[in-house]
């Protein structure tokens, strides 16, 4: 096990710059998960850690040691791929083994480290078996197995649940999050889904565009969110955002209104803001207080209710668990609790 | 649900008279190796001789220089298959895998020798393999079979290697392979229907290669056995009966390896079409 530090890290193709400038600590033990969209940079800087990318300028310690220039073999370090990337020659063993026989480890040693990584997996009955008779849960197993039969110093994990069905995945993500709290091994797993980085990570690490939005831990990015990008990027459904402008020392939103919402001291009369309230913190009122909005579509998940609203003619979001809602028609009030209101500046920036 | 019985008969007939089609000259062949001197014209055109005798092949077999051509053309072959998959197995994977500054121009140049037609490189490759001692020898024939089989293997094998991901060998890297090591232990193994189907395909280019075979080789001692074929032909008359015979016995060997090889090369011919 082991920390990795990333310092001023770039990456670029010819003129295409894809990373600009990352810096992260990971401490020794941590479970770190990289979420953003497709194209943000995370599998690159993963892909940069693993050394199957070069580095284009900055500097990646593993343990201490620069390994810039470490072919990933040195690396001593373990990837699952989302393909899982099984041997398809070789039996279920021999995929867990292969890292082993490559360190020329001795027979019964491999075979009791194969044991024992099977039995943490449940992959006895299937040892003798190729990949290709294995279905898609008991090959991710596999590849998870391939993974912990060494003791690397970090594990990686590329986007790993993303070939499974919903129900494996929920299952996966569990033992996953089981098997980080007996191994205690340094974790990096990439992700687009942000419920997978929400329940795994100790921290998450938010990427756009090729640079860090935020690092956190998963509350801290739900509860303050740096930017827009995070407070959109974390959450489902998605954060509201409504343009205001702050005048005369209150939030106005566009039609006029004002709203009371807690405002930092530094805050330029005149200025735009971008006013953003999670649809499960609006509360829908019935007593004729709050805002006028029309409803457009009802969606029930079972566990709750999300109902599509048009504010100002801007579609809006409420998630209730209020069965109530269900019998909604027409127009609802609604109103944003102060509390749970986050305010953003001109440049997306959290100022409140 | 119930099948209408036309089509199906339709079907069947298109297949049948396909066969019919791409076969009959291989019967025609093997009807005329059986078929007794006196038969051969006194009969007119039957599709099965009246009295069938195995002289030819025994007369090929004991009297004629045939056992060295079919030996020559074994080596040749052999040599010339092995040394193009080796090559085409390390080039395709290069050019798969790799990406470096000349890659264009080399897939450019390979492209371009597949265009020439082989006789306008008769003269200027004779001049280069004469003074090299080259001409009237396997290996010299081995290496021209070589360089013109090469390019074409290349594309073959590169387009198997891109049907293979590339996170296996990423993943036997992580594990601790060094490139060779991945190619080798991973990737090679998963590529043994394209190398099969390369083998066979370069084997049968060379094993019925005719025309370098007859302008670099002059004598029986390094004649392959398209060449000699041609000894059955005359000033005066041509040996049907023989030669036939001698073609049947060549088609053998051809055969048995694509009979020892041929469900790598469905599947591998196939494999390498699309990516899955």
Known sequence: MASIEIEKLEKSYGHVSVLHGIDLDIRDGEFIVLVGPSGCGKSTLLRMIAGLEGVSKGEIRIAGNRVNDLHPKDRDIAMVFQSYALYPHMSVAANMSYSLRLRKMAKEKIGVAVASAASKLGLEPLLERRPKALSGGQRQRVAMGRAIVRQPKAFLFDEPLSNLDARLREQMRAEIKKMHGDLKATSIYVTHDQIEAMTLADRIVAMHGGVVQQVGSPLELYDRPANLFVAGFIGSPGMNFLEATYAGGSVKLKDGSGIEARLPTSIQEGSGLTLGIRPEHVVITSDGSGRRAAVELIEPTGFGIILHLSLHGIPFKVFTLDRQALAVRGEIMVSFPPEYIHLFNDEGTRIG | ?276
Not at chain 2, 32 to 53: A, C, F, I, K, Q
Not at chain 2, 189 to 204: D, E, K, Q, S, W
Not at chain 2, 210 to 224: C, E
């Open chain 2, 1 to 276: 649900m119930k099948q209408s019985l036309l089509p199906i008969i339709a079907h069947r007939m298109a297949i049948l008279c396909y066969i019919v089609f791409a076969l009959f000259p291989l019967f025609w062949l093997l009807k005329v190796s059986v078929t007794p001197n006196d038969l051969l014209y006194s009969e007119g055109v039957r599709m099965w001789p009246s009295r069938t005798t195995f002289d030819h092949y025994a007369f090929v077999l004991r009297h004629s220089a045939f056992p060295t051509f079919f030996k020559n053309s074994l080596i040749v072959s052999a040599s010339t298959a092995v040394v193009v998959t080796v090559c085409a197995s390390l080039s395709g994977y290069a050019l798969s895998r790799f990406s470096f500054r000349a890659k264009y121009w080399i897939v450019a140049l390979m492209l371009l020798t597949q265009m020439f037609p082989l006789v306008m490189l008769v003269a200027p490759i004779f001049k280069i393999l004469s003074p090299l001692g080259l001409t009237n020898s396997l290996t010299g024939l081995i290496i021209v079979y070589s360089a013109f089989n090469v390019p074409f293997a290349t594309f073959l094998m590169q387009s198997f290697f891109d049907g293979i991901p590339k996170d296996l060998e990423e993943a036997a890297m992580i594990d601790g392979a060094t490139k060779f090591t991945a190619f080798r232990q991973i990737i090679l193994p998963l590529t043994l229907p394209g190398i099969a189907a390369t083998l066979g395909f370069v084997f049968t280019a060379a094993w019925s290669e005719l025309l370098f075979a007859l302008m670099l080789i002059n004598g029986n001692a390094a004649a392959t056995f398209p060449v000699g074929l041609l000894t059955f032909v005359s000033k005066f008359s041509v040996d049907f009966g023989q030669m036939m015979a001698a073609g049947v016995l060549a088609l053998i060997p051809a055969g048995l390896f694509f009979l020892l090889i041929q469900r790598y090369l469905v599947q591998g011919l196939t494999a390498g079409a699309v990516k899955g």
